[in-house]
């Protein structure tokens, strides 16, 4: 998943914006089979890491690099670089919450869970979003926004309850549940740290570029505190997974959605949120074993129709 997703519900939304999304051109239509099968592939590519390397030093390769292919885009793109001592700190708080350990919390959790599921738990940021809003920021939701935050919590119970009878006595379901819902609240917290530097007007290619370098030194400096083994996979499969993660997921993607966001608007974009979960579990189904059942399927319905009430609800929720 990209590091750079900016939740649906985006505050603010213009009548320019909601009049230039009212059509979709050929290329915005590509863009949106692209971002949804990216992003729908991502999670399958990170429990593809998980076998020999640990999650933080996983950490450290994928946003080391990230940071690195995001500097050279800057530098090619004459991006400035150059900040006071206050931005940085601000940049760093936002790395280490939304660049670096929320994605480590569901590397965790990929070693407990299907990749779809984590998908799904991901698909919850919209809706904690609200939560959080209202607790940090005083933003108070609609009641349809209410609503829909209710449907997807809900969601996620009847979808994992029948994982968690299945397993009576093996904690795994409920670690990998527990680390994906702990990814979803850093990222969430990232999204409302960021708020406040928007009065700051940083270019968001330049912000990213600090953003992933203070989250890889963060990482960098919990595994040698944790004293974490830097084990290297020389696999193909774990270096494909990191290719795809690192320039699809992380450049590629994050260029595709910023650019629907001038052309098609942040609500309508947003409903990607709605649809890379339903590509992760099919995923899922075909290549780990994930087994569909009636709650599943009624839990995976009441999280999409949660998404939507909410992003339909014009709470001013915090986004990047």
């Keep these: 998943m990209s590091a750079a997703i900016i939740p649906p519900s985006q505050a603010g939304t213009s009548v320019s914006e909601s009049a230039k999304a009212s059509t979709m051109s050929s ?39 990230a940071a690195a292919v995001t500097f050279l885009w800057a530098l090619l793109g004459k991006y ?4 006071p001592l206050q931005v940085h700190l601000r940049l760093a708080m936002v790395g280490i919450f939304m660049f670096s350990s929320n ?11 299907a990749s779809g599921l984590m998908a799904v738990i991901f698909s ?27 449907l997807g919590l809900s969601g996620i ?11 009576v006595g093996d904690q795994g379901v409920l670690y990998g549940l527990g680390f994906g819902l702990g990814g979803t609240l850093l990222f969430c917290t990232g999204n409302i740290l960021s708020v406040s530097n928007r009065k700051l007007d940083i270019p968001l290619i330049s912000a990213n570029c600090w953003c ?10 919990l595994a040698l505190v944790l004293d974490v083994p830097f084990i290297m996979d020389w696999s193909a499969e774990y270096w494909i997974a990191m290719a795809w993660l690192v320039i699809m997921a992380s450049v590629v993607a994050f260029w595709g959605y910023m650019t629907l966001l001038s052309s098609i608007g942040p609500a ?43 992003m339909r609800s014009g709470s001013k929720q915090a986004a990047v």
């Design 27 to 65: 290329k915005d239509i590509g863009l949106y089979g692209m971002m949804i099968v990216v992003w729908g592939t991502s999670w399958i590519a990170m429990a593809h890491q998980v076998e020999i390397v640990p999650a933080l030093i996983t950490g450290v390769y994928r946003f080391t690099l």
């Design 103 to 113: 994605f480590v919390m569901f590397y965790f959790a990929a070693g407990y869970i």
């Design 268 to 310: 309508r974009a947003g409903y990607l949120t709605v649809l890379f979960p339903v590509v992760a579990l099919m995923l899922s189904t075909l290549f780990e074993g994930y087994q569909w059942s009636l709650w599943g399927l009624i839990g995976l319905a009441a999280i999409i129709a949660g998404n939507i009430l909410v």
């Design 124 to 150: 919850l940021v919209s809706l904690f979003n609200i939560i959080l809003s209202a607790l940090f920021l005083g933003m108070r939701p609609t009641k349809l926004g209410m609503v829909g935050t209710v």
């Design 212 to 221: 992933l370098t203070y989250g890889s030194l963060w990482l960098l400096c």
């Design 157 to 167: 119970g009847l979808i994992f309850w029948p994982e968690i009878s299945a397993n």
């Design 80 to 83: 400035p670089l150059r900040f």
